[in-house]
Nanobody, 114 residues
Framework: QVQLVESGGGLVQPGGSLRLSCAAS????????MSWYRQAPGKERELVAT???????TYADSVQGRFTMSRDNAKNTAYLQMNSLKPEDTAVYYC????????WGQGTQVTVSS
């Protein structure tokens, strides 16, 4: 059974940091590029970061230099380290396969507010 479980969200002040985790199961994690997405209230889901199975990463312009995506294939887990958080980063964050997405998980809420 394919499953994605996101965790690590929370309430943080502007300028703070959070580390999100995405635990994957039911497919050969190491063979797939993985991505983090986010959806803010009233907005469409947007692509935030991608990591290829080679470890190469790409980022949306809005998070470049502040977010770092990584993966641990031994643990079937992807991570998103988020630094220098801004109020506009507030959203529900999801992970999925970059190509050939599977059923979306429940996401994890990130709220950046003073």
């Amino acid at each position: 059974q394919v499953q994605l479980v996101e965790s690590g969200g929370g309430l943080v002040q502007p300028g703070g940091s959070l580390r999100l985790s995405c635990a994957a199961s039911g497919f050969t994690f190491s063979s797939y590029a993985m991505s983090w997405y986010r959806q803010a209230p009233g907005k469409e889901r947007e692509l935030v970061a991608t990591i290829l199975n080679t470890g190469i990463t790409t980022y949306a312009d809005s998070v470049q230099g502040r977010f770092t995506m990584s993966r641990d294939n031994a643990k079937n887990t992807a991570y998103l380290q988020m630094n220098s958080l801004k109020p506009e980063d507030t959203a529900v964050y999801y992970c999925n396969r970059r190509w050939g997405p599977v059923v979306w998980g429940q996401g994890t809420q990130v709220t950046v507010s003073s």
